[in-house]
């Protein structure tokens, strides 16, 4: 069993940073799909950023230019750099690695969440 530990939210003043760590249990394998979710009150959960294991990346387009995802395959662990923060990134920031052993199976891992508030 796959497990996320994420950390690294906080609260933060509009225009500062926060840097979140995802450490996965076990390696991280080429194929894995990694990334970053978030998902405010009311609203559904969606994506920020992803990474494969080989370090294809991609980003929302509320994000782009402001946060940055990479990976580091030594300490198992995937990071999301968030600068220039506004009050509209505050939400639950979840980690997610998709894995797929053979062709016909595909399985989804979640960590627990990391509140990130953004104050005006």
């Known amino acids: 069993q796959v497990q996320l530990v994420e950390s690294g939210g906080g609260l933060v003043q509009a225009g500062g940073s926060l840097r979140l760590s995802c450490e996965v249990s076990?390696?991280?394998?080429?194929?894995?799909?990694l990334g970053w979710y978030r998902q405010a009150p009311g609203q559904q959960r969606e994506l920020v950023a992803g990474?494969?294991?080989?370090?294809?990346?991609n980003y929302a387009s509320s994000v782009k230019g402001r946060f940055t995802i990479s990976l580091d395959n030594a300490e198992s662990t995937v990071y999301l750099q968030m600068n220039s923060l506004k009050p509209e990134d505050t939400a639950v920031y979840y980690c997610?690695?998709?894995?797929?052993?053979?062709?016909?199976?595909?399985?989804?891992?979640w960590g627990q969440g990391t509140q990130v508030t953004v104050s005006s």
């Open positions: 997610n690695l998709r894995r797929s052993p053979t062709v016909e199976a595909t399985y989804t891992y």
């Open positions: 076990g390696s991280i394998f080429r194929l894995d799909d």
């Open positions: 990474i494969t294991g080989g370090g294809r990346t």
